[in-house]
């Protein structure tokens, strides 16, 4: 078989895959979960908690996935991190870092 | 008709106050003199590094800090290489109910409750240990640069300001009349801090000094000055 | 007092000049909200959000919102019944959210209009319901509003009954009872009885140390009961009983001595049967408990005007669908928040504004023909055991198999949190009513 037909295969496999997995929420409906801490559009004043409106993608990232396995601290963020897959992170990242 | 009225005249004749367990810490700022500062660290006690790590994961410093001191983001200062005298006096200030400039203040009042001087001298030993690195921040071009560092070294005497590296150092490093080290802090810290003592909201400096230098520096050179300091860092 | 079939009858047949065409000039669409409390505030918002060329109306009775949540606080003096009143001017002039400051007397699905005791007749296109929930009063024999806003207050939906609870209190007795009585489940908040319980007992250490609080229950556990509890054995010196030791971390040993704090569960006899209003008495089934302040949180249902408009099943709770919160009833009305069956998610504030947020998205998609996307939801709610004593719940939610489940894994406070994490949490709670009340109403 050659490479381009093994690749094309191998991308259409992936696709298919991709189309078994459960329906995921997009990353703007995910990050209005977090409004209600985070503010509207993860807008806030000088609060208590971390805006999230405008937060680069790797900082948004690695503060979930630091949060969900725990290695960084938090009250409950770790649990809430828990309820959120890699991919969904990054559309809630990619979401924030668009705010302007 | 509203209902409010009602509830106003209920209010009235009943005596509610807001006691000091709410957790807002009402005491008023003490400014101090510059011999206060140094009384107040010379009973700092010895820090032991080891200890201050531990303090920092069980007092859940490192969630808003970092494990090592670097803030995951802007929003609170990275603390990595700080001066260790700097950073006892910031605690205890929080602690004495000086610092009530916005609710993260209030956060840390609540923070270092129960904290013993000894802790904080723990902690302010590990952040000390730590390395500062360059924090992220916008390019500053030829000009802006230079802008920046001729304030930082020279200042401006037609304004009246001392450069800033006659107490914070040549390279950022604090120490002069017991100055924070600013390399390396994040730029939104290093504009916040400004803005905080140039509205009189942060009053707990020495005969809040900073107030003059926050208040004749323009809100540009201030962001400038914090690219220029967030760079200084080492990487 | 209009029936159901009377209430229906008073929205058929309206008037033909319809004071709020569904559809104005420029055929943008009418979405009308009924309630303008956590669940109507914040679905108005965010439809206005969603969509700005919408036309949004809310219809409330009051002019400016009472927020229950953080309602308990008044009773300690640690906040003032001002402090939980929220305006509706940021839905106006930042959204432009109109409103229309009455109550609906009359609902007519088929020609999909609501009218007003004012008598205005209101068209939509899409209409949201978010009427809380009802008290229960007369559940629990002797027991009654009337009763409940002079003698015995619930103060679950704040406001004078809330002043009344805060007057009794400060007046009560050395040595006194507080007497709570906890509703079955389901009820709007579930940790917010026993937080209640925390608070005022945190309160009486300081101004009456010999008085106590009992709480009566029909129920035998509650969301957040093993973190509770050991922050109550922790300030109030709480004897925690034998079935949640096991939960408790290593080193927790009850005192044996009595606390000012104790909760008597069902299996041991805590449930009502009825109470004496004058005597403010409860007759449990182990006897009579007397009280120098009783509070009673009642029996809950949805909203009265859930009932009016048909909107609700035999469980007297209203049954949606589980993607978009469409009513199984009336299509094209949507029900959210306390009043919706929800499966999984807990009657809470937060659950309201998550479920606005969803159905709001999900109009919006439908009036464009489009296919609404994935739904999703969070309830992550602080709770106090005492001011400076903060605990949790965090859930996040998903359709599983056509219901509302939540994602699997921890939920709570760890039980074994260090004094940072607890007071740190209690930080957070109080920053939360401000950044909550924000997201809803601003």
Redesign the interface.
């Known amino acids: 078989m050659g490479t381009l037909m093994k690749a094309s295969l191998f991308v259409l496999a992936v696709l298919a895959a991709a189309s078994t997995h459960a329906a995921e929420p997009t990353g703007e409906a995910m990050a209005a979960t977090c409004a209600a801490c985070h503010g509207t559009h993860g807008k806030l004043g000088i609060v208590e908690y971390m805006p999230l409106a405008g937060l680069s993608e790797k900082e948004f990232v690695r503060a979930m996935q630091d949060f969900r396995s725990g290695k960084r601290l938090s009250t409950l963020m770790g649990h809430v991190a828990n309820g959120f897959s890699d991919n969904e992170i990054l559309a809630m990242a990619k979401y924030f870092a668009n705010v302007k | 008709m ?3 009225p ?3 005249t ?2 009235l ?7 000091a ?3 807002s810490v009402q005491a008023a700022p003490h400014t101090p003199s510059v011999s206060d500062v140094r009384s107040m660290l010379a009973s700092m006690p010895r820090g032991d590094v080891k200890r201050g790590k531990q303090l920092n ?4 410093c ?2 808003c800090h970092g ?1 090592d001191g670097l803030a ?2 802007q ?1 609170w200062a990275s603390l990595a290489g700080q001066r260790a005298a700097y950073t006892y006096k910031s605690l205890l200030d929080y602690q004495r109910g000086g610092r009530h400039e ?3 203040a ?2 840390m009042t ?2 270092v ?2 904290m013993s001087r000894q802790d904080m001298a723990h902690l302010a030993a590990y952040y000390a240990s730590l390395p500062a690195k360059a924090a992220p921040a916008p390019r500053l071009d030829k000009i802006a640069h230079a802008r920046a560092d001729h304030l930082a070294r020279r200042g401006d005497p037609a304004r009246l300001l001392t450069p800033c590296a006659s107490c914070h150092g040549a390279a950022g490093q604090g120490g002069v009349n017991e100055t924070p080290t600013l390399a390396g802090q994040s730029v939104g810290s290093f504009v ?1 801090t400004l803005q905080d003592y140039r509205d009189g909201k942060r009053v707990t400096d020495a005969n809040q000094g900073m107030r003059q230098f926050a208040e004749r520096l323009t809100m540009g050179e201030i962001r400038e000055l914090a690219a220029y300091y967030a760079r200084m860092g080492k990487n | 007092m209009l029936n159901r079939r009377d209430f229906l009858k008073a929205g058929a047949g309206l008037a033909l000049a319809a004071a709020l065409p569904a559809r104005a000039a420029n055929k943008s669409a009418h979405v009308v909200v009924i309630g303008g409390g956590v669940g109507g505030a914040t679905a108005a918002k965010y439809l206005k959000l969603y969509d700005p060329e919408l036309r949004v109306t809310v219809i409330e009775v009051n002019r400016s919102y009472i927020r229950p949540y953080g309602s308990s606080e008044v009773l300690t003096g640690h906040a003032s019944i001002d402090e939980l009143v929220v305006s509706y001017d940021a839905l106006k002039s930042k959204y432009g959210v109109e409103f229309v400051f009455d109550t609906v007397v009359g609902f007519d699905p088929a020609k999909k209009q609501v009218r007003t005791a004012g008598r205005q007749s209101i068209a939509y296109d899409k209409l949201v319901v978010s009427p809380g929930i009802s008290l229960q009063y007369q559940a629990i024999p002797g027991y009654s509003a009337a009763v409940a806003e002079v003698r015995v207050p619930s103060g679950w939906i704040p406001g004078t009954q809330t002043a009344l609870l805060t007057k009794q209190l400060r007046a009560m007795r050395p040595g006194g009872s507080f007497v709570i009585v906890a509703p079955p489940n389901p009820y709007r908040c579930p940790p917010g009885p026993y937080e209640r319980a925390a608070l005022v007992t945190e309160w009486m250490r300081r101004h009456n140390p010999t008085g106590k609080v009992l709480i009566l229950d029909p129920k035998d556990s509650f969301v957040t009961d093993a973190t509770m509890q050991l922050g109550w054995h922790r300030l109030y010196g709480y004897n925690i009983p034998d079935s949640y030791l096991s939960d408790m971390p290593a080193g927790v040993k009850n005192s044996g001595k009595p606390s000012p704090i104790e909760w008597v569960r069902a299996m041991d006899g805590g449930a009502t049967e009825k109470i004496d209003a004058r005597t403010l008495t409860v007759m449990t089934k182990q006897g009579a408990v007397k009280a120098d302040v009783l509070n009673i949180i009642p029996p809950m249902k949805a909203g009265k005007l859930a009932f009016d408009m048909g909107l609700t099943d035999a469980s007297g709770w209203c049954p949606v669908d589980h993607r978009s919160f469409e009513s199984s009833v009336h299509p094209e009305v949507f029900v959210i928040g306390d009043a919706s069956i929800a499966d999984a998610m807990p009657k809470s504030g937060f659950s309201a504004n998550n479920q606005a947020k969803v159905t709001a998205r999900a109009i919006v998609d439908q009036l464009a023909g489009r296919v609404p996307g994935e739904p999703v939801w969070s309830n992550t709610c602080y709770a106090l055991a005492g001011s400076d004593y903060g605990l949790f719940v965090a859930d996040v939610f998903r359709l599983k198999d056509g219901k509302i489940a939540r994602v699997p894994g921890e939920r709570y406070l760890p039980i074994d949190a260090a004094p940072a994490k607890i007071r740190l949490a209690a930080a957070y709670q109080q920053a939360w009513l401000k950044t909550f009340t924000e997201d809803c109403f601003a």
């Open positions: 509203s209902r409010l009602l509830l106003s209920l209010v004749s009943l005596s509610l106050s807001h006691s367990a709410a957790g994961q069980s007092l859940m490192a969630s494990d995951p983001t929003n916005n609710p993260r209030t956060l609540v923070a409750k129960g916040r």
